[in-house]
């Protein structure tokens, strides 16, 4: 899957480097409300194009899922500051 790579110059290796960085840094990054989206721009930095096959939970469990994951954050990043606006705000 990653044999490109094994063309690449140490030019091209370095170049890629930053943009995966790049990449990972706009996703550790994202706050407020960006934090819960589905990030297919990182998922375009691999050089395969296939559409990601998501599976979306039902509304009840998916809900569930964003109260434990911002529960999480409660815990892990309990000194956040607090992002207090609407979305689209």
């Known amino acids: 899957m990653d044999d490109d790579l094994e063309?690449?110059?140490?030019?091209?290796?370095?170049?890629?480097?930053?943009?995966?960085?790049?990449?990972?840094?706009?996703?550790?990054?994202?706050?407020?409300?960006d934090l819960c989206w589905h990030h297919p721009d990182l998922w375009s930095l691999l050089p395969e194009r296939t559409e990601p096959a998501i599976a979306v939970p039902p509304w009840p469990k998916f809900m569930r899922g964003c109260i434990r994951y911002r529960q999480s954050l409660d815990r892990q990043a309990a000194a956040a500051p607090v992002f207090d606006k609407e979305f689209n705000e």
């Open 7 to 33: 063309t690449f110059d140490r030019g091209a290796l370095i170049a890629e480097v930053k943009k995966l960085r790049a990449g990972i840094r706009e996703h550790r990054d994202a706050t407020g409300h």
